[in-house]
């Protein structure tokens, strides 16, 4: 089941910017700002996160592995460096946007936390939930209650 299915036209007035970053312990933490129509939230994630993405969406999908910038091991923690890559990382997640325009792949709709803050997200990781609990509820006797 793809997580981030979206009606046509929908997911056209979506933006996603890295608007800054955060040094926790001795790795960067990068700050994902995500809009689609009206609705806008915030993910935190490091270049490892990115990389794993990345992993699994060349395997899935068949993406460039050139698309993700390379890792760095000395002066990663650098101003300079950081601010690059941050713009580098912003590029790959706009061209994976692109390339995926109607139907984000489960992976990448995880990543940006659509199943949490976007409708088509949210109703699909319910349905999900559902399809593996949903015998369990019924056997139960106990009624389902959706929590925002």
Known sequence: MEAGRFAEGQFEGKEIRIIG???V???TVYIIEVKVGNHQ???KHRYSDFHE???????????????LPP?????????TFIEKRQKELEAYLQTLLTKFPY???KMLSFFLNFHLYE?????????EQLFHKGEQLLLAGEAFCLKP
Do not use: R
């Not at 993405?53 to 698309?67: G, R, S």
């Not at 409708?119 to 349905?127: C, S, V």
């Open 103 to 105: 139907a984000a792949p």
């Open 41 to 43: 939230w915030t993910v």
């Open 21 to 23: 970053s955060e040094l």
């Open 119 to 127: 409708i088509n997200g949210i109703t699909a990781a319910l349905a």
């Open 71 to 79: 890792k760095k091991i000395i002066g990663k923690n650098s101003k």
């Open 25 to 27: 312990e001795n790795y």
């Open 53 to 67: 993405l990345h992993e699994k969406l060349t395997a899935e999908k068949k993406i460039d592995k050139n698309l």
